[in-house]
């Protein structure tokens, strides 16, 4: 069975304070690796989509890297409003377009 | 750009009542749109699949009676709660994809459903 799992369940940085949230996931066949930021109440924004091991993708302080087992978001030098749940999903040779999304991580940056 | 809206994106209604949610994908035709469910404080949980112009697909476990999701148009899906009740209250979620050879799904905002 696919599966995605992602840790910490809820990280506290203070600003400036850089880190690592990880997904790690077990499937059949890889199509795509996506990570998506939800804000609360609202729904998940697209982030990156990533497809091979060793790809990595920017975007302001984030930065997302794949391997063949698990991928990284590292996120340097975070401001308050990086603040939010961190979903990651996988996409899968079998599962036709279906996401199988992990548990997210909570993200909280304080000033 | 890819953005897919939602209405209404709050919604109350009594119990026994039925409330239709309509998801639109608003610069793009989508060929698959999806509805998913979520709890507070958890992850998305697939409810169903939806091709322009079939069938739904729906997930193990999920009731295709109470749950009626028509894709009527290439940027429009609604889905329908029939007969609710408390325990369908949850955050209603929908994407569109832009189409077979596109991976990335892209999500509405979301409708806060709260059933008396």
């Known amino acids: 069975e696919d599966q995605v799992t992602q840790s910490p369940e809820a990280l506290r940085l203070q600003e400036g304070e850089s880190s690592s949230l990880n997904c790690s996931y077990t499937v059949s066949g890889l199509r795509g690796l996506f990570w998506y930021r939800q804000d609360p109440g609202k729904g998940p924004e697209f982030l990156f989509t990533?497809?091979?091991a060793g790809e990595e993708k920017e975007k302001e302080r984030l930065k997302a890297t794949l391997t063949k087992k698990e991928s990284f978001l590292h996120i340097t030098a975070p401001k308050p409003e990086d603040s939010a749940t961190y979903l990651c999903a996988v996409l899968t040779i079998q599962g036709a377009q279906k996401l199988v999304f992990g548990q997210g991580t909570r993200l909280t940056i304080n000033p | 750009g890819a953005v897919v809206s939602q209405h209404p994106s709050r919604v109350i209604c009594k119990s026994g009542t039925s409330v239709k949610i309509e998801c639109r994908s608003l610069d793009f035709q989508a060929t698959t749109m999806f509805w998913y469910r979520q709890f507070p404080k958890k992850s998305l949980m697939l409810m169903a699949t939806?091709?322009?112009?079939?069938?739904?697909?729906?997930e193990q476990g999920v009731e295709k009676d109470k749950f009626l999701i028509n894709h009527a148009s290439l940027t429009l899906s609604t889905l329908t709660v029939t007969s609710a009740h408390p325990e369908d209250s949850s955050f209603y979620i929908c994407?569109?994809?832009?189409?077979?050879?596109?991976?990335?799904?892209?999500f509405g905002p979301g409708t806060r459903l709260t059933v008396l």
């Open positions: 994407s569109a994809t832009k189409g077979l050879l596109y991976n990335e799904q892209f």
């Open positions: 939806s091709n322009e112009g079939s069938k739904a697909t729906y």
């Open positions: 990533l497809y091979s």
